[in-house]
């Protein structure tokens, strides 16, 4: 009598056996090929309701006893009762090898797994130290930026303070060379008006030449005083005669020109638009230090004019002034340069030696 696995419905158990006796009698019987395919049937059977290898063990092994019990069975029926039964075992071989390489695949799928969340936790813990160090970085810099701005504010804070000085003073020293610029004009018109008689023709022209030149010192001391009252203030731009501007510049270098004896030439100078108080003090400073770093060798010739090649003036907003001469040391041996660029809002003017 088989026994059956109590966790296993009874019924089902009984028929599979039912069934299995059946098969592996006939094919012990006969031999027939239908027969012993049975077996893989009642394999696929005893798998799918869960009946183990010792319950269909027992029913083999019980049912092979029977029939030998009943009639002695021969070799070959012996032998074809075996061959059932391994053919039957085939089954459950094929399942077993399909459950370990299911096994080696799960456990392989297993470790990747575990890979892949070691590595997602290697990632996050890296993606947080960058987060940190980047947030330090950005709170590092940060101070750095204040710190920056802080050092700008009080500069400019300084720089205000400078150049508020500087307007105060400029505006003092302008104001008090008004009254002796205005004396020695009077002086020198009193002059003329008293003893122009007396005076012979050269002593008349140095006369007028020395009236114009304080006439010019005084327009220099009121554009002064104005540049001194707008300093903080942005320079309103207005047309300048820079030929003009220029000559004014040579009578007013007369003396230093003829203590050294250099040849001043001015070409045609076009009309700019800029501050002539600042576009004065760059031609003077040129003009000057032309002069000044002269070659005692030979007789010093500065021309003023405009650089070969230059745009227009009424095509474009800036132009280039060439200020050369003769035995002058300061670029290359041989020229200085001075660019004029003006806008519609400031002039920026600027020596290049």
């Known amino acids: 009598m088989t026994s059956f696995d109590p966790d296993i419905d009874s019924g089902a158990q009984a028929e599979l056996a039912a069934q299995y006796t059946e098969q592996v009698t006939a094919f012990a019987a006969t031999g027939n090929s239908a027969a012993l395919e049975a077996a893989y049937d009642i394999g696929r059977n005893a798998l799918s309701i869960g009946l183990s290898l010792v319950d269909i063990s027992a029913i083999h092994y019980s049912t092979l006893i029977r029939q030998n019990g009943e009639q002695p069975l021969d070799r070959t029926s012996f032998l074809r009762f075996e061959t059932f039964y391994l053919e039957f075992l085939t089954i459950y071989d094929m399942a077993q090898r399909g459950y370990r390489t299911s096994l080696v695949k799960l456990r392989q799928k297993m470790a990747e797994r575990e890979r892949v969340e070691q590595d997602l936790r290697f990632a996050t813990n890296e993606l947080a130290r960058q987060r940190d160090a980047l ?143 600042q576009l004065r003090m760059l031609f003077q400073n040129l003009l000057s230090n032309a002069i000044k770093f002269r070659s005692t060798e030979r007789q010093a010739r500065i021309e003023v004019a405009l650089r070969r090649g230059s745009p227009p003036v009424r095509r474009a907003s800036s132009c280039w002034i060439t200020a050369s001469a003769s035995g002058l040391n300061i670029t290359n041996g041989s020229s200085a340069c001075s660019s004029v660029c003006t806008t519609a809002k400031n002039t920026r003017a600027a020596a290049l030696a």
């Open 135 to 277: 947030d330090a970085e950005v709170i590092a810099r940060t101070r750095q930026i204040e710190a920056v701005a802080e050092d700008l504010r009080r500069t400019n804070a300084r720089l205000v303070d400078a150049s508020c000085e500087q307007a105060e003073f400029t505006y003092s020293i302008s104001h008090d060379m008004k009254s002796p610029t205005n004396t020695i004009w009077m002086l020198l018109d009193a002059l003329r008006e008293d003893h122009e008689d007396e005076l012979s023709p050269d002593a008349l022209d140095l006369l007028d030449s020395a009236r114009e030149t304080v006439q010019r010192m005084g327009r220099l001391t009121e554009d002064v005083l104005e540049y001194s009252r707008t300093i903080e203030e942005e320079i309103a731009p207005a047309p300048v005669d820079l030929g003009q501007l220029c000559r004014g510049i040579v009578k007013d270098l007369g003396a230093d020109i003829n203590k050294v004896g250099a040849q001043i030439v001015i070409r045609d100078l076009p009309v700019v638009v800029g501050s002539a108080l």
